[in-house]
C-alpha cells in the first residue's frame, strides 16, 4: 500500500502556475504607476510641510523674545516708576535746598519711564504681529498635514487595488488622490495670500 498525502496549495501559488488576467495585469501596471506618482507627489508636499513648519516656529521664536524684550522694558518701567515715587517722596520731606536737585531727578526718571514705555509698546506690537504670523502659516500647514494624510489612503487603496483586483478601490484611491491634490494646492494658494 502507498502512502499518498493530501497537498494543498496556498492561494498565492495558484497566482504563480497561473498568468494574471490581461484586464488585471493592465491595471496593476496603472496601480503602479500611480502609486509612484503619489509617492513622489507625497514627498514634494511633505517637503513642503516641513520648509512651512520652519517658518511657523521662526516666527513663534520671533514673537516669544520680542515679548522677552517687551517684558524686560516694562520691568525698567516699573523700576524707573518706583525711584521717581521714591524721589518724590524725599523731595517732600527734604529741606528746600536740596528740592531742585530732587525735581531733576523726577524728570528724568519721567522721561525714562516715556521711553522705556513706548519701547515696551513697540514690541508688544511687533511680538503680536509674529504670533499672527506664526498662526497664520499654521493654517496652510495643517492642510498640507490633512494633504499628506489623503495621499497615503490614497496609495494604500491603490495597494489594496493590486492585491485584490477590487477595481472600486481604485476609484476610492482616485478620489482620495484628488483630495489630497486639492487640500495641496490650496495650501499654496493660501500661504501665497499670507
Known amino acids: 500500500m502507498s502512502e499518498q498525502g493530501v497537498h494543498t496549495h496556498a492561494p498565492h501559488e495558484d497566482m504563480l502556475h497561473h498568468p494574471a488576467a490581461p484586464g488585471l495585469k493592465r491595471l496593476n501596471q496603472w496601480i503602479a504607476l500611480f502609486t509612484a506618482v503619489l509617492a513622489a507627489l507625497g514627498a514634494l508636499v511633505s517637503y513642503e510641510g516641513s520648509l512651512l513648519m520652519e517658518e511657523v516656529l521662526l516666527a513663534k521664536n ?5 515679548k522677552a524684550h517687551a ?10 516708576s518706583t525711584k521717581q515715587h521714591l524721589t518724590e517722596i524725599a523731595r517732600d520731606l527734604a529741606p528746600a535746598s536740596r528740592r531742585a536737585e530732587l525735581d531733576t531727578r523726577i524728570a528724568k526718571y519721567r522721561a ?36 499628506i494624510i489623503a495621499l497615503q489612503v490614497a496609495i494604500s487603496l491603490a495597494s489594496i487595488t493590486a ?27 493660501w500661504h501665497s495670500l499670507g
Open 62 to 66: 520671533e514673537a516669544v523674545l520680542e
Open 71 to 80: 517684558t524686560d522694558d516694562w520691568n525698567y518701567y516699573q523700576a524707573a
Open 112 to 147: 525714562q519711564k516715556q521711553e522705556l514705555a513706548a519701547k515696551a509698546r513697540r514690541l508688544d506690537a511687533a511680538s503680536a504681529r509674529s504670533d499672527a504670523r506664526s498662526a497664520s502659516l499654521s493654517r496652510p500647514h495643517t492642510a498640507i498635514l490633512r494633504s
Open 163 to 189: 492585491l485584490t483586483g477590487r477595481r472600486w478601490l481604485f476609484a476610492g484611491a482616485l478620489v482620495s488622490a484628488f483630495v489630497g491634490v486639492g487640500l495641496w494646492l490650496g495650501a499654496l494658494g
